[in-house]
């Protein structure tokens, strides 16, 4: 998306701004519908008063009665036959002037319904507006540690959910949240009294201020001296400030070049103007290091996400909307902060997927934050030290304006990477083995200087599939045609897409074959070769199995960088933004678990994730190396990224880019076709090809039309999946194209379609 494109699109869809003039005799309703469509009502005379754009009426629609958000008035309605709104259902609006602007441009770029967006951006909280004070926990009791295995398969005869919640206690020290245990275990209020009888736990109630992340009064609370290369950013970065339509900043710096410092003393300037700040972050869980150094230096902050107990939330957006808040820090919803006067939005990491949300609104946040901002004259920075490919590009049009910091704070440097051909190891010692002799070796000698090493691993699990080597047959989950995933600890074999579970088969269900074999490995499978290897060294695993109770992640990380454990394994999870200056090495198990994906982005994200992994060592004074194990030793993302080249990987995959017209160059959009039936699916997916290739002949638009093809996962959830690709150099064609298969769209005949503009997952 152009900068420029955005404010043009705008423009052409601004809301009736009758408003302020009309009369309030008819009002323009959206409901939470997938279609693009605005219905009018009268307004009875006792309610005109009352209703402002951004509440919630009720109003008849069809022979329902539904609930749907007023987004403006109008003079000349649709038609005569115009019904009464019944009811007004909010005080005062829950959508801003801003919000309405945001979720109509939303609304027409990823083609959803305006209803929709505001749905969405709009947390439930807010609509329901809870009236507890606290929040209630379980606490353990010494009961739980004193159980064995015996006495829980016990319990799961008779209560086996309440056995999970134990499980789940047992694996966690400390309390957790009475709404979240029940979540994750199944096990509901009553279960949980239950425990509390048989008296493994007890309850508490926790206020508010509880709920809070603390402030580390440790933290650094005055501005640092700033680098002859910070200052020069940052003296960019204030003049920009001043001009009246800001726009866009790219901040990038290498990892550990004070980009957070920069970020804090432009804070303090928006504020100190009586602005407001947006800060987003890729997931907030890994985040806690940057909220805390954030809330050393600011007092009226804010976290806002989704994953926030229902009433620290309401509380947290009360605030905001009420004014009693200068900062909101959080992952990408917290882009619809209801805010006011945001002088200034930043988002760090910005090359990161987590921006993009998967389900409708299908919105990339680091997107709607330059629309936000075009609103508000706000400056937006983007900081990362690995540019998406589309920011970059802007930057090089001169659409943003790029700042760089290219060393490490103190004369640090980065790291040296060495690669591991992992094919040459193979053949060497006969024999594939998950870690390389160097990496074995670097390993040994870090632990023996008392410091500690990451191991990454992009894949959860023991063994990613489960197959015969007698007949060649795969466990595959029944709805998803995706192979089931063992886990051990679990004792069970899970799909990673629908969360079905399955007893693992001891021998095989097809040809009866008793040497069923357990293939390939995950972080499960690693953790054991790795305790195997280094016994006398402690080791905590990070992914979603081992860290599915909320603040997880953060026990995890504060125990390592307390040094309780000498290695940390982890997925993707623990690529960003850590800081711990005792590690010193970082150890990539696989690069080609991404590199190998169905997906244009491959490359650029592989590049991506050995900078962030070299980026968490040689931080501190014992400096640190990073080891990438690969099968494709001389792939140009691992090389480039090997040399901490972002220049000449970028050039290279551009080239790429520019020769399939892929983003930054084209535009893409993907649309999936869903049904039980696959001819279905098919079908529906042809007939939109169709329509879509008579278009572009008789308008001559340039669009090319890939597929249809089934989807690379063919079968999710009982759902046969197809899909189709659009791609052109003109962001118009695209809008275009998928305006005129609107009415084709709409979910018939058991076929459910879903529209994606500028798609982040292919598959
Ligand atoms: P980045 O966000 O680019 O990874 P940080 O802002 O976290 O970098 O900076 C890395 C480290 O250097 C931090 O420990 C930070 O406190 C320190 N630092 C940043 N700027 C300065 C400075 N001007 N003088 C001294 N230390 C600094
Ligand atoms: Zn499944």
Redesign the pocket.
Known sequence: MSYSNTTQLLSNNQPTPEHQLSQKLYAEVVVNIPLDRIFHYSVPSHLRDRLSPGMRVRAPFGNKIITGFCVGFTDTPFSDKIKDIISIVDKAPLAGNVMLKITRWIASYYHCGWGEAINAVIPPVARTRTKEKGALFVVHTHKISELNAEMLSQIKIRAPKQARALEILKEHAGEISAKELMHISGCMMQGLRQLEKKGFVTFKTKSLDELDIPCDSNL?QKH????DE?QSAFDTITKKLLQTRPGVVLLQ???????????LQTITKVVEQGRSVIFLVPEISLTSQTIR?IKARFDRVAILHSHLLGTFHYSQWNDIREGNVDIVIGARSAIFAPLKNVGLIII?EEHENTFKQENSPRYNARDVSIVRATHENALVIL?T?TPSLESYYHAYLGDYEKVG?SK???GRQLPPVEIVDMAEEARKRRGYHIISQKLEYYTKQSLARGEQVILFLNRRGFAPYIHCKRCGFVLKCKRCDIPMTFHRKLNTTLCHYCRAEEHPPESCPDCLASNINYRGFGTEKIEDEIMARFPDYKIVRMDSDSMRVRDAHEKALTAFERGEFQILLGTQMIAK?L?FPNVTLVGVISADTILNLPDFRASERTFQLISQVA?RTG?GSKGGRVVVQSFNPRHYSITYAASHDYEGFAKKELEYRKQLNYPPYGKLARIVFRSAQEDKAKEKAFLVAEKLKDMVKSNGKQLDILGPSPAPLTKINDQFRWHLLLKSIEEKSIHDALHSINDVLRPSKGVQTMVDVDPYMML
């Open positions: 650094l640092l001296m700033f680098t910070q710096g290498v990892t550990g070049s004070g980009k957070t410092e920069i970020y150094r760090d900081g030290a910091l490490r704070i103190g933004g800081d980026g931080r």
